[in-house]
């Protein structure tokens, strides 16, 4: 019997805003622990949660991003469970009425587009955080993430591969970052995804028992995971088992999925209306001024760079994947306006050097005006392109401009006719046997003449030049 697997993703975005949802504290990252806490994030007694009004704007701009139905009426909910990091006990979250509804977005997959549905986007408070130590059976609470705004987006279960689920997860990602609502670190959690995975007879339009997937921190670890449980659930099936209903933590160290907790339902959280916070009232005016707001999005950008731009679609799906990388590959479009050569070096050179960096904070010594300038020296003959890497690698070192380098080193190519000419010549004289064999028909040796020429120039000869000489002084012999 064959199997076919059905995919929900739950991703949870943290809004970029300064202070948390329901409290003037501050979001910042990385500082020391439980140091952003205040009575209200802290759910002291008689505390009360006052609104951020940023969060809901933030919240709309994605559902429209998403092409979902906004709510004129939303409701927070109280998501009842214990948890030594959800200090009130519950979660100011959304339940019956959410900001969002209705959605989709295109992904691209190796069989093309597909159309992916959203269910919902709303917004909920983030936990705090258990660090477990090392060496002792004890674990430490920190606060600091308690309180800070989040959306989730929750998918149909339209998702039937890998490759599908990963294409939709980058997908959204790109649209955060593009957004500037959430910076899509996976590493930090500001970017986390929970899985809903199960399997069914292909053909068969009712749904498996599913299991839920936690711990998934990267996108390969989301391949990984849901491979594993797909494949898990097919082994069960066809030894004659059931699939149980459960929460189970994938572990990067094996690459498997273990048990942790029987499947909640929506009745175990208890859900009701949190009755410290009024209906939230989402004004026509304020869609309309996210609608305004609304950037250029990755689809629309890559597009664009295909149909104006005249680069590969290859080409433009890498430069705007990444926010930054698509403004550093325009900007220096703007001053150097050959867009397939910059895509090549972005792509090539830079990219190399800026590897093993998050690629969407990546820090770039080499400003876009001094790629387009050693652009420049490259085209005008200046330098030659290989003689470009090496000023591209000590541009990306030092942060200086590649003409003061070229300077500096004296790298400039080396085109004069006759300087070249005598080079060639005492060339030619000193290998006479790779000479005779050219002429006697063995043409690729050309190749053996210019890699001597670029040794004896210490690689500054123009090799077009090099070329040209060398193909009139070997065809005088023979004359």
Aim: glycine residues 6%; hydrophobic residues 35%.
């Amino acid at each position: 019997m064959e199997f076919e697997a059905v995919i929900g993703l739950e991703v949870h975005a943290q809004l970029l805003t300064n202070s948390k949802a329901f409290c003037s504290c501050t979001t910042k990252f990385g500082s020391e622990p439980n140091s952003h806490t205040c009575p209200i994030c802290q759910g002291m007694p008689g505390s009360l949660p006052v609104f951020n009004k940023t969060a809901l704007e933030y919240t709309v701009l994605m559902a429209i991003a998403c092409n979902c139905q906004i709510n004129g009426v939303s409701r927070f909910a109280r998501k009842n469970y214990y948890y030594p990091d959800l200090p009130k006990n519950y979660q100011i979250s959304q339940y019956e009425l959410p900001v969002a509804e209705h959605g989709w977005i295109d992904v691209d997959t190796s069989s093309g587009i597909k159309r992916i549905g959203i269910t919902r986007i709303h917004m909920e408070e983030d936990a705090g955080k258990l660090i477990h130590d090392e060496h002792k059976p004890i674990s430490y609470v920190d606060l600091n993430r308690t309180g800070v705004p989040l959306i989730e987006i929750v998918s149909e279960p339209d998702i039937k591969t890998t490759e599908e689920a990963t294409a939709y997860l980058k997908s959204l990602r790109s649209i955060l970052v593009y957004l500037g609502i959430c910076d899509g670190n996976m590493e930090e959690g500001s970017f986390r995804c929970d899985a809903n995975v199960s399997i069914r007879p292909k053909g068969q339009t009712s749904l498996g028992t599913k299991t839920e997937l936690k711990n998934m921190n990267s996108f390969k670890n989301v391949q990984k995971g849901l491979q594993y449980e797909i494949e898990r659930h097919t082994e069960v099936l066809r030894d004659g088992g059931s699939i149980v209903q459960e929460t189970r933590l994938f572990d990067p160290s094996t690459g498997a999925t273990v048990s942790m907790r029987s499947k909640e339902q929506a009745h175990d959280y208890r859900y009701f209306p949190d009755p410290d916070l009024l209906p939230l009232k989402v004004e026509s005016d304020l869609i309309e001024k996210m609608k305004l707001a609304l950037p250029e999005l990755p689809r629309q950008k890559r597009d664009r760079f295909v149909r104006d731009l005249g680069i590969p679609e290859y080409d433009a799906g890498v430069l705007t994947a990444e926010r930054s990388l698509a403004q550093f590959f325009e900007d220096t479009v703007t001053i150097f306006p050959n867009p397939k050569s910059v895509s090549n070096w972005i792509m090539t050179e830079f990219m190399r050097a800026a590897k093993g960096q998050d690629p969407g904070t990546i820090s770039s010594p080499v400003t876009p005006a001094n790629l387009a300038k050693l652009l420049s020296m490259i085209e005008e003959g200046t330098i030659s392109g290989k003689i470009g890497k090496t000023v591209f690698d000590e541009m990306w070192v030092s942060g200086k401009s590649p003409d003061q380098i070229v300077r500096e080193k004296g790298l400039v190519q080396v085109s004069d006719v006759s300087e070249l000419t005598d080079v060639i010549k005492k060339i030619l004289t000193e290998n006479p046997g790779e000479v005779s064999r050219y002429l006697a028909g063995k043409t690729q040796l050309l190749a053996f003449f210019v890699g001597q020429t670029m040794r004896a120039t210490r690689g500054k000869a123009n090799p077009q030049v090099v070329n040209e000489i060398l193909l009139a002084e070997l065809n005088k012999l023979i004359d």
